[in-house]
């Protein structure tokens, strides 16, 4: 008897899933939105508008509150404390 584990047809023994990892879960929480308003009772298109609509919301509502923040911060720089 062999305690070795033997691969299926058409893989090799030690072939790994190729994972595609993309920042902050890009694609995850989209598939997971999109998953979870069709499970909800969304047709596919509404549900589909849905979650880009989410996805460019989230983004460029944080793009737009860093940029007010860096114009903000750029036109007062600060005081630099006086030396005593």
């Keep these: 008897m062999s305690s070795e584990i033997q691969a299926p047809p058409g893989r090799r023994p030690?072939?790994?899933p190729r994972?595609?990892?993309l920042m902050g879960g890009l694609g995850g929480v989209e598939a997971a939105t999109f998953g979870l308003l069709v499970l909800e009772g969304l047709s596919f298109e509404?549900?589909?508008a849905a979650t880009a609509?989410?996805?460019v919301t989230m983004?460029?509502?944080a793009i737009l509150i860093g940029l007010g923040i860096?114009?903000?911060a750029k036109a007062k720089p600060l005081?630099?404390?006086e030396a005593s």
Excluded: C, D, G, T
Aim: hydrophobic share 60%; glycine share 0%; aromatic share 20%.
């Design 14 to 16: 030690h072939a790994r």
């Design 19 to 21: 994972n595609v990892a």
């Design 46 to 48: 509404v549900a589909l």
């Design 53 to 55: 609509l989410i996805l």
């Design 59 to 61: 983004l460029w509502f």
């Design 70 to 72: 860096f114009s903000y």
């Design 79 to 81: 005081k630099p404390e």
